[in-house]
């Protein structure tokens, strides 16, 4: 490109004779002069032009690397938002069980449970969750027995609702879920752990007053015949006592199930039946109390439930009292619980109670002792023993009254 310039220039200054003729050698001096500068200038330029090209180019390469590595991040960020909107929990429990009825030949069986369940939290604060467990469609365990040859495992499902928390204190449920209402130390005089209500529910916690409402289906579709609407309310304070805390629940539920064929197994487990069918509704009263302090610097509760049955005429009502020392919460913590129980045959809904204590269902009493062990925040090994439970009072009468019963598990468990 100088070279154009400068020939340019040169034509235009030298192009005629005339102008040659009329410059002296002073004048052609300093135009030579002015045409070198002029040479530098253009040296000049072109230098700092092809530093502008290399620094276009180097540019250019660093916003394409930056657009990579935004879109990089751009998808970790959604693959991170995805991890945030959805949780995952479970656990897994292998057992160890032995038994021992009267008149029967003793009873030994390694059993597992897994379970594992997933929450994705959506806009409007809505959660919707999945969940699966081991063993098959018994309404109150998820438990499966080892052996068949080591045959495949039964996994069903176990949670399929979704929760609308319409604000910070209170919240609505639908599909099934699991049990939202309080239990003192968590016991199951009348609802199994495993137990999960299928319905619609409703909570509000106000912090010192709480309440919960719970609509379960026994069964929901009409073309069977025994379709049953079942439902609860709970209310319940939780009172500071100086150092201690209490909690206290009463509650009201009606079940309406006489005249109703059993709902699972053919079995009314502990209820009075006639012909084939319930003799009675569950329409029950309950209340509960967890007495809550602390003893050589450890967590003490003292606990209770009692129920009955406003519809049976005998055998109707239903208590437990207990007392629980320590938390195995962690490496080296531990836990020990008593509890006396008595559970008559009309007192609650046998299909939904205890599946372990007395046989399981009603129309049992005695001594449960548990115990426990941590060996890190998500392990723990324990022990149950049913003690000298009597099962059948009512249901046994005939045949020379109830039955001695004991059972006794050992547990390890895993949390994540």
């Given at each position: 490109m100088k070279k154009l310039i400068a020939v340019a220039v040169a034509g235009a200054v030298l192009g005629s004779t005339q102008a040659v003729a009329n410059v002296s050698e002073a004048e052609f001096d300093q135009l030579r002069a002015d045409m070198m500068a002029l040479t530098q200038r253009l040296n000049t330029l072109e230098?700092?032009?092809?530093?502008?090209?290399?620094?276009?180019?180097?540019?250019?390469?660093?916003?394409?690397?930056?657009?990579?590595?935004?879109?990089?991040?751009?998808?970790?960020?959604?693959?991170?938002?995805?991890?945030?909107?959805?949780?995952?929990?479970?656990?897994?429990?292998?057992?160890?069980?032995?038994?021992?009825?009267?008149?029967?030949?003793?009873?030994?069986?390694?059993?597992?449970?897994?379970?594992?369940?997933?929450?994705?939290?959506?806009?409007?604060?809505?959660?919707?969750?999945?969940?699966?467990?081991?063993?098959?469609?018994?309404?109150?365990?998820?438990?499966?027995?080892?052996?068949?040859?080591?045959?495949?495992?039964?996994?069903?499902?176990?949670?399929?609702?979704?929760k609308w928390n319409v604000t910070e204190d209170a919240n609505l449920m639908a599909g099934k879920?699991?049990?939202?209402?309080?239990?003192?130390?968590?016991?199951?005089?009348?609802?199994?752990?495993?137990?999960?209500?299928?319905?619609?529910?409703?909570?509000w916690d106000g912090g010192m007053l709480f309440g919960n409402f719970i609509g379960n289906w026994l069964?929901?579709?009409?073309?069977?015949?025994?379709?049953?609407?079942?439902?609860?309310?709970?209310?319940?304070?939780?009172?500071?006592?100086?150092?201690?805390?209490?909690?206290?629940?009463?509650?009201?539920?009606d079940f309406p199930t006489a005249g109703n064929e059993s709902y699972y197994d053919d079995d009314f487990f502990g209820n009075s039946s006639i012909d084939g069918v319930y003799e009675f509704n569950y329409e029950m009263v309950e209340v509960g109390a967890d007495l809550g302090l602390?003893?050589?610097?450890?967590?003490?509760?003292?606990?209770g439930n009692y129920v009955q049955n406003q519809d049976a005429d005998d055998f109707d009502t239903g208590w437990l009292l207990g007392a629980k020392i320590g938390?195995?919460?962690?490496?080296?913590?531990?836990?020990?619980?008593?509890?006396?129980?008595?559970?008559?045959?009309?007192?609650?809904?046998?299909?939904?109670?205890?599946?372990?204590?007395?046989?399981?269902?009603?129309?049992?009493?005695?001594h449960r002792l548990a115990g426990k062990v941590g060996i890190n925040k998500s392990w723990n090994v324990g022990f149950t023993w049913f003690l000298d439970n009597e099962a059948g009072e009512k249901n046994l009468a005939d045949a020379g009254g109830a039955l001695d019963y004991d059972r006794i598990m050992i547990d390890t468990q895993f949390k994540y």
């Open positions: 230098q700092e032009n092809a530093k502008l090209k290399q620094m276009t180019s180097v540019t250019t390469q660093n916003l394409e690397v930056a657009q990579t590595e935004l879109s990089a991040v751009k998808k970790s960020s959604e693959a991170a938002s995805w991890a945030d909107r959805i949780k995952m929990k479970g656990d897994f429990r292998y057992r160890y069980e032995s038994i021992d009825i009267e008149g029967r030949s003793d009873r030994e069986r390694n059993r597992i449970r897994a379970r594992a369940a997933f929450v994705a939290s959506l806009p409007s604060d809505v959660d919707v969750g999945l969940g699966f467990a081991s063993g098959g469609d018994d309404p109150v365990s998820s438990n499966q027995t080892l052996g068949g040859g080591n045959s495949t495992k039964d996994l069903r499902l176990d949670l399929a609702y979704a879920f699991s049990n939202p209402l309080y239990r003192p130390q968590k016991t199951a005089l009348m609802w199994d752990g495993d137990w999960r209500p299928e319905g619609v529910a409703a909570g069964e929901s579709d009409t073309r069977k015949g025994n379709d049953e609407f079942a439902w609860g309310l709970q209310g319940g304070a939780k009172l500071a006592l100086g150092s201690a805390k209490l909690t206290a629940t009463l509650g009201y539920y602390s003893l050589f610097d450890m967590p003490f509760n003292v606990y938390k195995a919460s962690g490496r080296g913590t531990w836990q020990f619980a008593y509890q006396y129980q008595d559970l008559e045959a009309d007192a609650v809904l046998g299909l939904l109670s205890d599946s372990d204590f007395a046989g399981g269902g009603t129309d049992g009493k005695g």
